[in-house]
């Protein structure tokens, strides 16, 4: 397993992690699914020893996910090896655990101390390696608040940095001054680039952890022009910020992208997944990627990128002049 710098806290973690979105299964937002549907939570546990076992130690959580079912089983399969990897999960959504609801958000400090704690106790630990507000449009005037809130928690013991999830550089940039800020969660695929962010992790030595980077599942190579999403997955019922579905199907564009780079991508063995991953090791020596993970074969074949390493220089200038974008 190669390694990589969680930005400037000194914790190093597994160059490809483990995104848990999908494990929570299903819950709700404004009236539509937030979640991918139903999951079986023996598989998921078996998932995640699978990836252990093939040295993915970075783990990316979040409280709203299943509403806590989530954090719940990483903390089932995690039992006993705590020690061994790299917790990250997120505040700033508020929700009704029995029905699955998001009900709101809430970024204020009295929130965001009983959110850590809650997110302790399903998580089965004493620390957060990596606390991330979850709230990526939260106004810029707040950062100082939410710095001095998070810098009590990493005092205390409880947290040991902290982050953003947001595409804004500009929020990312405003939330690097906290001392124990390390990383930025955003969205990073060979189909989305994010120079401007990466600039900024660059100046400010900040991770960049990669939400979506197999395009929510496009990079699977498992869905096409017929496919259909069901009604249960947030890509079925698409919302408005789901802008590489709609309706439920592949928007054509970016299927139309992945095709062309195709034959880059499964170059030298790889599946297309795996050369997707290629790409973002390739980007950037701060990029980690956190694919969701379902099933023991999904943790195969993400970690087995590491196998094939990185793309090429020449293999990414030849996407960059194939999808028509600055190299």
């Not at 710095?147 to 990493?154: F, N, P, Q, Y």
């Not at 990073?188 to 929510?216: F, I, W, Y």
């Not at 993970?293 to 200038?317: C, F, V, W, Y």
């Amino acid at each position: 397993m190669t390694f990589r710098q969680l930005g400037r806290s000194g914790i190093q973690v597994s160059a490809i992690g483990f995104g848990a979105w999908a494990i929570g299964g299903p819950f709700t937002s404004g009236g539509k699914p937030a979640g991918w549907g139903e999951v079986d939570d023996d598989e998921s546990v078996a998932a995640i020893h699978r990836a252990l076992d093939l040295g993915i130690t970075f783990f990316d959580t979040a409280d709203v996910y299943g509403t806590g079912h989530s954090e719940r089983v990483l903390r089932r399969a995690l039992a006993g090896r705590r020690d061994d990897v790299v917790i990250a999960t997120k505040f700033g959504n508020v929700f009704d655990a029995e029905t699955r609801t998001v009900t709101g958000r809430d970024i204020s400090p009295a929130h965001i101390r009983r959110a850590c704690r809650a997110s302790l106790d399903r998580l089965g630990t004493d620390r957060i390696d990596l606390y991330q507000l979850h709230v990526g449009d939260a106004p810029l005037d707040r950062v100082d608040d939410l710095i001095a809130t998070l810098e009590e928690l990493v005092d205390g013991g409880l947290i040991r940095a902290y982050g953003w999830s947001t595409d804004d550089p500009e929020r990312a940039a405003a939330f690097a001054k906290g001392p124990h800020c390390a990383a930025v969660q955003h969205e990073l695929s060979v189909l989305r680039d994010a120079p401007a962010m990466l600039a900024v992790c660059d100046t400010h030595d900040l991770a960049s952890v990669n939400r979506g980077p197999l395009a929510m599942g496009l990079l699977s190579g498992k869905y096409g022009p017929q496919s259909r999403l069901p009604g249960d997955d947030v890509r079925g019922d698409s919302p408005a910020w789901m802008t590489l579905f709609r309706d439920g199907r592949p928007a054509p564009e970016f299927l139309a992208m992945m095709e062309a780079i195709r034959d880059i991508l499964t170059s030298s063995g790889r599946t297309l997944a795996q050369g997707a991953l290629g790409w973002l090791l390739a980007r950037s020596d701060r990029t980690l990627p956190i694919p969701g993970i379902r099933t023991a074969a999904q943790a195969e074949e993400n970690a087995g990128a590491l196998r094939h390493g990185p793309l090429s220089a020449a293999d990414l200038a030849r996407i960059d002049d194939l999808l028509q974008r600055p190299s």
